[in-house]
């Protein structure tokens, strides 16, 4: 099964690269931009039919390795509700 | 609004770290991962209370500024939609 876990730093943690972001959005033309957050988004393959089991096995490990509990939130998603299409655009 | 843009190297490009992410995990003993990928998400604050609007500039903005279409893949999503819940874990 297929697992994303997405990644945010928490409210209130600087972000530089999202501030660096909206910076670049603003020259670019895009004034509307208010606040830009840059995050990690990890799809994890696991070898398992057991969406429960493959759904606690990314929650383990986002708490372990994916990410930093200290100054991060993270989501674990099974693929139907948070997989991007793969189209290329 | 807010207005989520997951990007995600295309399949077939060399994801260096995804799979030094996938050793690490082995080595933790989730010897049931078989391949990860690494991504990025950004959450984009627009101002406006126009849902096309805002979904039509982050598409924009993911294809000029956020992501490489040479070697990613990106989607945009609406806040309902694709949002971290933001509670702390």
């Known amino acids: 099964m297929t697992v994303f876990v997405k990644v945010m730093l928490k409210p ?3 972000d530089p690269q999202g501030k660096a972001i909206a910076d670049a959005l603003h020259r670019l033309g895009y004034g509307s931009v208010s606040d830009v957050r ?5 799809r994890v393959e696991v070898d398992t039919d057991d969406p429960k089991a493959a759904k ?3 929650e ?4 372990k ?9 993270y989501e674990v998603l099974l693929e139907a509700a948070g997989a991007p299409t793969g189209a290329a655009r």
């Open 38 to 42: 840059a995050g990690k988004l990890f």
């Open 12 to 14: 209130g943690v600087l």
């Open 60 to 63: 383990q490990m986002a708490g």
């Open 56 to 58: 606690e096995a990314g």
């Open 65 to 73: 390795l994916l990410a930093n509990p200290v100054i991060e939130d």
